[in-house]
């Protein structure tokens, strides 16, 4: 065995017994503790009242993931009508096609709450002296094949709406990250976590066999702990893992074959098979003639957002009701609330039920009184009238908070794929900025404003740095332009060289970006044909970006 470092001592404990150090001197011999002096209790706790040590629950993500794509989970919403809401909302707006397929289950639940209820009535029955088929009581009703039904239902709903759900969810909270950490105006004690938020993307070829990566980003190699060497030519797939969800995988390879750009939310495996929950887009990249030639891939870990349970109160509800499952698994039953099969049946009842019920409910059991008057408490009143709930959270706010939800444009609305330096001309854009014209355009055609920005930005992917920047963005129509922020990301082959720049574009805040620009229309300048053009007064030079756009 090598021997240690100097000052570097070994230490091996004995199993047999303890060895006394040869230089340290015996304390026997020095009359140290001859005779000692037994020592006085200050403080004596009752051993009843001595709390053993506890353990934390350790945490792991595989669970978690479990815990968070399970049935308990849409239990857990359908048991809140809060959470309930939310999530049939959120379906009505961005996965109408699943809304039949909700009711068809709704309906069915229904169904079995009456016949519950209706079981409930019949045992209630008790016998009459002197009516002998009273004394028997009738058998419960049943109906296993509409309760196979209703969980086929609920089951495609775990499946397929679920997954959807939480995407949308985490989409909206990461798109407002990735925004406010290009703008720079996300609070400092988040900046150094949020680094690399934006800069985790790949490109495949579907051309090729398996539709391998080709390019990739420096932060893919970070997040995945795979070399460039690795990565390379291979499909995506070895970052799946044991407990990677096979249903969110055959969806993404669905969407990848229909050409449609589709979004994510699964469990992810690094090479030293760490997991990580993977916000994941996967959108087509097409040429001019609309032929699909790549396809970007773009992730965001998002394992902090599942272990906080952020945005997500259906999520933290039930972690801790499962966690306290765990620490006390002899809950009584008294503890939860117990609820007759009437209640249950009235909470399924729509508004139209609900009507009925309100204008015809105790008909029968009506005073003669009010039978003879003719009025009664249905007409009187506001009884029969529903309370309005007005909320942030009603369909039309959701509607409106939703728009563009279902895909990841939340995140990534805006981006081109550019070649590198010294080319520099757009190749693909997202369906947002594909205007006539913008492929194979120069992209600094697109950046107005200060020359001095232009050089550092253009020496920057020169230099093959990432780089964010806040420029003026110009067009044919608009050659003043308005801010945007622009962040650079170059995604690198298996020779280290840039083969192709991701570019998002972020447009500023609200607050900032839709300020009224108030000014008057420029004269037309025969010389040009157009509106003259824009003139950096500090470099005194002309830059006409129309015709510039024209000559790409």
Known sequence: MASPPPGIALFRPSISSPRRHPERPSTAASGIYENPKPLRAFATDPPDE??????????????????????????????????????????????????????????????????????????????????DFTLTTSAPSTNP????????????????????????TYIQTVSLSIQRRITGTLPAHLQEASEGLCEVFCLTDPSRPDNPIVFASEEFNKTTQYGMGYIIG????????????????????????????????????????????????????????????????????VSGLVKECSDMESLKRLVIKTNAKGEDAAEPEEAAALVDEFTELTKMLNNQELDTVRQWGGKMHKGSQEEVSGHSNIKDGNWNKPRLLINSTSPDG??????????????????LLVRPYPSLRILFASPSLRVPGILQSPFMNKIGGSQRVRDELTQALADCRGVTARVR????????????????????????????WMIVIVDEEVSQSREKRSRVAPPIDPKYGRSIPFMDTKEQNVKDFGECEEAG
């Open 234 to 301: 291979r499909n995506c797939r070895f970052l799946q893992g044991p407990k990677t969800n096979q249903y969110s995988v055959r969806r993404i390879r669905e969407n990848v074959e229909r050409g449609v750009e589709h979004c994510e939310v699964f469990l992810n495996y690094r090479r030293d098979g760490s997991p990580f929950m993977n916000l994941l887009m996967t959108s087509p990249l097409k040429d001019s003639r609309g032929v699909i030639r790549y396809f970007i891939g773009a992730q965001v870990d």
């Open 398 to 415: 959701f509607r409106d908070a939703a728009r563009g939800s279902g895909k990841l444009s939340g995140i990534f609305e805006n981006y």
């Open 145 to 168: 094949d509409l309760e196979e039904k209703a969980q086929l239902a609920f089951d495609a709903l775990v499946r397929e709406d679920l997954p959807a759900y939480i995407t949308h």
């Open 473 to 500: 963005w110009v067009s044919k129509s608009d050659v003043e332009g308005y801010h945007r922020w622009i962040h650079c990301t170059p995604l690198l082959g298996s020779n280290g060289a840039v083969g192709v």
């Open 50 to 131: 001595i709390l053993s040590t506890s353990h934390p629950r350790q945490y792991s993500l595989d669970k978690r993931s479990e815990l968070l794509f399970s049935t308990e989970h849409l239990k857990t919403i359908f048991d809140d009508p809060s959470l309930l809401h939310r999530f049939t909302s959120f379906l009505s707006q961005s996965r109408p096609s699943a809304v039949p397929i909700l009711v068809y289950y709704l309906d069915a639940v229904k169904a079995l709450k009456a016949l519950g209820y209706s079981n409930g009535i019949a045992e209630s029955l008790e016998p009459i002296r002197g009516f």
